[in-house]
Nanobody, 122 residues
Framework: QVQLVESGGGLVQAGGSLRLSCAAS????????MAWFRQAAGKDRQFVGT????????SYADSVKDRFTISRDNAKNTLYLRMNSLKPEDTAIYYC???????????????WGKGTQVTVSS
């Protein structure tokens, strides 16, 4: 099993920045890729971006491309999401996810955190 705990959410003005963190523990040796998703109130969960743990290959949703950056610190088993130029439509609960190579290929992840709230005003 893999446990994931997100942190770093909060309230920020439009145009501002936040960095989210996701700490992984447990059987992290099984993790091939990690991802960020988000879910706004009353909306479906939306893909944000993903990164492979070993190679660091990233991909992003068009809605966040050029504003958000995914990175990871392998030694700390920690995933990051740097969010710049935040917009009110970025307001959502942000979830960290992890999985094996099949998860990466299918974009369906086995392990999820409980989420952290990001609220962007005006």
């Amino acid at each position: 099993q893999v446990q994931l705990v997100e942190s770093g959410g909060g309230l920020v003005q439009a145009g501002g920045s936040l960095r989210l963190s996701c700490a992984a523990s447990g059987r992290t040796f099984s993790v091939y890729a990690m991802a960020w998703f988000r879910q706004a109130a009353g909306k479906d969960r939306q893909f944000v971006g993903t990164i492979t743990w070993g190679g660091g290959t990233t991909s992003y949703a068009d809605s966040v491309k050029d504003r958000f950056t995914i990175s990871r610190d392998n030694a700390k088993n920690t995933l990051y999401l740097r969010m710049n130029s935040l917009k009110p439509e970025d307001t959502a609960i942000y979830y960290c996810a992890a999985g094996d190579a099949r998860s990466y290929i299918e974009n369906r992840y086995d392990y999820w955190g409980k989420g952290t709230q990001v609220t962007v005003s005006s």
